[in-house]
């Protein structure tokens, strides 16, 4: 069994109701990722490093248009 890993991201672009459902909508599109919170700004999600990685949620916030804040 795969342990999952806990991160709290910091989200670029972010201002609004509507930009933390479509977070939590692109995060929760990425197999092997559990979305936690989301709130303006931030999310925090549970991954299996297995499947998922950082880089990939990178990739998926990306594309919904957004940024991982380094």
């Known amino acids: 069994m795969d342990t ?4 709290t ?3 670029d672009g ?3 109701e509507h ?3 479509a977070v939590r909508e692109a995060l929760s599109g ?12 931030t999310a925090t ?5 297995s499947v ?3 880089d990939r949620l990178a ?5 919904a248009g957004y940024s991982l804040a380094e």
């Open 52 to 54: 998922a990685s950082r």
């Open 59 to 63: 990739q998926a916030l990306d594309e």
């Open 30 to 41: 990425v197999d092997g990722v559990s979305v936690e919170t989301v709130e303006v700004g």
């Open 19 to 21: 930009c933390v459902d």
């Open 45 to 49: 999600v549970a991954y299996a490093p």
């Open 14 to 16: 972010m201002h609004c």
């Open 4 to 7: 999952k890993q806990h991160d």
């Open 9 to 11: 991201l910091s989200i």
